[in-house]
């Protein structure tokens, strides 16, 4: 019942911007937690960022100030904005809905089939 599409993930140079689209069915939007994780080659998944019903939000330490959450509750919808991108930041970007406000993975239910994101030269 619960759908979550993520899109907006590509190739991009070094310093660009992507914007990130999670699409969400099946759940009532208010009371409900929406994570961004991403899961780089080799690496193990790691939380970017959420936004609680209310637009509260949290980032990870290494994307503050170049990544932005938000939400909008008419489309059902949460964003990553992601400005100055670097090449670390290449990875399956993937959004979860939660009922807790965290960065682990363990606090969501349900997930996306992630989106690339790529960047380079």
């Known amino acids: 019942q619960v759908q979550l599409v993520e899109s907006g993930g590509g190739l991009v140079q070094p310093g660009g911007s992507l914007r990130l689209s999670c699409a969400a069915s099946?759940?009532?939007?208010?009371?409900?937690?929406i994570g961004w994780f991403r899961q780089a080659p080799g690496k193990e998944r790691e939380g970017v960022s959420c936004?609680?019903?209310?637009?509260?939000?949290y980032y990870k330490g290494t994307v503050k100030g170049r990544f932005t959450i938000s939400r909008d509750n008419a489309k059902n919808t949460v964003y990553l904005q992601m400005n100055s991108l670097k090449p670390e930041d290449t990875a399956v970007y993937y959004c979860?809905?939660?009922?807790?406000?965290?960065?682990?993975?363990?606090?969501?239910?349900?997930w996306g089939q992630g989106t690339q994101v790529t960047v380079s030269s």
């Open positions: 936004i609680t019903s209310s637009g509260y939000t």
């Open positions: 099946g759940v009532p939007f208010d009371y409900s937690v």
């Open positions: 979860a809905l939660g009922r807790v406000y965290g960065l682990e993975q363990r606090l969501y239910d349900h």
